[in-house]
């Protein structure tokens, strides 16, 4: 997936000769859910469990439900894909995050006439919710192209990534399109990951100007390039696959290399206090300067290093492995709580990554500034291991059930070998304990100019209203706006505007949590 076809081609079928067998330690297992399928690429849960999933050569997006055969009507056939080349095709595929409300599929592919990278927004019909019938479908006639100018030189390189983070905003990957430099260069959407709002956006059909998808806060937005403004981080080489973290609004890369190192990075979305190690939004991951933390190879071609270029979270030597190397990001494992396969609760926040070659499964923990593979377990394949086996794995997904959801591409890239299969845990959960009482307390009384809010929730979502003195509502924040504390509590702040932006006067406020069916409340005085 990381390399020209004919290398591609070479490499998995040297990996074919291998055993596919893949082994995870004592008390998990792997299950195949689905299988003869055709190159599916990229996965993405709808809410009633369903799974859709992109091919990358047919251009079509299919579903599958746990249990049923896989739908053999398509949801989406799009008939202007570029697959020439190991890496073109359909890579990417999202779910608007207001569905079924906001009923869009969105689609990351390289497009012919001429070559390039399209980013579209398509309308699904039919069955929305809750059912398995044959109607769901996108009207190919609402395609909305947020960005369909990116150029697609090389067959390689692409990204790949379309996702939606706890924000709301739409982050997309690209790669660097095999011409190094571009990566640097903000004036180029190439070697980037781009940040774009989607919500305000008409129905389809139709184009977007690059105005219309620009969010306010984006880092580079002050920059008169209209492409540098939809910028969130760059330096990358191939960010094929990405995947937010919801609980600690990351965003986690793998960026696979070209001679010495894998990288697995972590791009902070929204600030917490006190502020992260990690990367921030507009950070530069390096690429071509460095690869991974060590020199690149043509460090000095694109000129002088900018300073202050983002370290890896975790790289590891590519060197070591027969037949080429290629990192795929898992994201954060994060337990549902309520899950019949939930991981234990040790493996919380921890984050996972594969090589697409090797078949290597990492698990990775906290370690100094950044992750390592974590301590080995009983069954682990291999000291440093957590799992071997997972070749051709090009996506994962967390499952409702609290499985790690995955699919595989190929085996030997032979067509109609691909299938979608699961992680789960073999363990019985010990009893999940009943919800403490939902609190909340004033950080600072009076509150000066804004208000810090520690929250402790009977459940997920919660919400918080702040109401003026005679009942009426200043300001809400939904479940997005709570950030995870070091000490495990939950913080809010408040900056003293309203929902429309002003700010309000000095007075005595009402704050109210929502959770659960529970709500607690505290009284702010405000002063400024």
Known sequence: MMRPRAFLLLACLLAATRSHAQVVPDGFAVETLARNLSLPVAIQFMPDGRLLFAEQLTGRVRVFFE???????????????????????LLGVALDPAFPARPYLYVHYTATGPNRIRISRFTLTGDLVGGFFEDLVADTLSRYDLIDDIPDQATNHNGGTVRFAADGLLYVSLGEDGQACTAQDTTQLRGKILRLKVNTLPDGPGRAFRSQVTPFDNPFVSRPDSNARLVAALGLRNPFRIQPDRVRNWLVIGDP???????????????????????????????????????????GACGPAPPLLAAPEFEYDRTTQLGGA?????????????????????????????????????????????????????????????????????????????????????????????????IICTTTPPPVPPPGPTTVRLFQSPAVNGARFLVTLNAR????????????????????????????????????????????????????????????????????
Do not use: M
Not at 69 to 75: H, I
Not at 339 to 350: C, I, K, L, Q, R
Not at 475 to 502: C, H, K, M, N, T
């Open 326 to 422: 290629a990192i795929i990001a898992a994201g954060a494992y994060w337990a549902t709580g309520t899950g019949d396969h939930d991981f234990p609760t040790e493996y919380a926040g921890d984050l996972f990554a594969n090589d697409y070659y090797s078949g290597t499964l990492y698990h990775l923990v906290p370690s100094g500034n950044g992750f390592a593979p974590g301590p080995d377990v009983p069954g682990q394949p291999a000291p440093g291991k957590w799992g071997t086996g997972f070749e051709g794995i090009s996506d994962w997904a967390l499952g409702n059930d609290g499985a790690f959801y995955f699919c595989r591409q190929s085996t030997g890239f032979n067509d109609t070998t691909g299938v979608i299969g699961r």
């Open 461 to 528: 979502p919660a919400a918080l209203t702040i109401h003026d003195a005679n009942g009426r509502r200043v300001r809400r924040f939904s479940d997005a706006a709570f950030e995870l504390r070091s000490d495990g509590r939950l913080q809010l702040d408040w900056d003293g505007l309203d929902d429309e932006g002003r700010k309000v006067h000095p007075g005595l406020y009402l704050a109210r949590v929502e959770s659960g069916g529970q709500d607690a409340s505290v009284r702010v005085p405000f002063l400024r």
């Open 67 to 89: 249990g049923r055969p896989v739908q053999v009507k398509p949801v989406l056939q799009l008939r202007d894909v570029a697959v020439d080349g190991g890496e073109r095709g």
């Open 257 to 299: 290399g070209e001679s010495t190192r894998e990288e697995l990075d972590v791009l902070v979305l929204r600030l917490p206090t006190p502020r992260p190690a990690q990367p921030e939004l507009g950070a530069d991951f390096g690429w071509p300067y460095l690869e991974g933390s060590v020199p690149g190879p043509s460090p």
